[in-house]
């Protein structure tokens, strides 16, 4: 007898696995490096939260978590900016000897110097308010503040050591400030080659017009 064929089992359903959990490491740290990435190539209009995220690899909305907007993201950049500043002059404060204020001075003008350079669309980032509410980023206020009071306390020392010449702190600070960042300014601005200052002979410029200023501040 013929053997008869055994019903067909409707196929199984294998069910799909449940979603994974998103996974994406540090998520803000990444659209933080996204952002000053775009800075760096674009200048910083050219950041935007959706630019960042498709960098980071992530879903437009996915930013959202941490930045609830283009204003909020500029802020944790400008931070992080300020951050690698720190490093920078930290690493060159440590070379000079305390008991040294006014060449740490020196020192820390010169770090601020080529950081700025070397880094123009951070540096923009920090010194312009045109790319968030600096009112709103207490953290970043903060620690201007320190990096004031820092310069504040090197040239206190070095005025009771002897080795200014005028008791005005108050306006060599200013001074100095205004040297360094007019000189940054005009460096990324392209003004120097209207001045004689060629490409090669930026960072040389930098450290001679830094020691005049050193110079004439300092008692003989």
């Avoid at 960042?52 to 609830?68: D, I, N, Q, T, W």
């Avoid at 283009?70 to 300020?82: H, T």
């Avoid at 440590?94 to 770090?111: N, S, T, Y």
């Amino acid at each position: 007898m013929p053997v008869s064929a055994r019903p067909k089992r409707p196929p199984s359903r294998r069910r799909s696995p449940p979603p994974k959990p998103y996974h994406h490491g540090d998520l803000r740290r990444g659209l933080i490096d996204a952002a000053l990435e775009l800075a760096e190539k674009g200048g910083a209009d050219s950041v935007s939260v959706r630019e960042a995220a498709r960098r980071a690899g992530v879903s437009p909305g996915a930013p959202f978590r941490h930045f609830e907007s283009r204003d909020a993201l500029m802020i944790a950049v400008a931070e992080e900016a300020q951050r690698r500043f720190r490093i920078e002059i930290a690493a060159a404060l440590a070379e000079i000897p305390a008991a040294d204020p006014l060449a740490r001075f020196r020192a820390f003008g010169m770090a601020y110097l080529r950081w700025a350079m070397r880094n123009p669309a951070h540096f923009e980032i920090i010194s312009s308010g045109r790319f968030f509410d600096h009112d709103g980023a207490s953290e970043l206020s903060r620690d201007n503040a320190e990096l004031i009071g820092m310069t504040e306390r090197l040239l206190a020392e070095a005025f009771a050591q002897g080795q200014l010449r005028s008791a005005d702190l108050k306006t060599v600070l200013i001074a100095g400030r205004a040297l360094v960042y007019g000189f940054a300014r005009m460096s990324i601005d392209r003004h120097l080659p209207r001045w004689g200052v060629a490409e090669g002979e930026v960072g040389r410029t930098a450290e001679a017009i830094l020691d005049l200023f050193i110079e004439g501040i300092a008692r003989r």
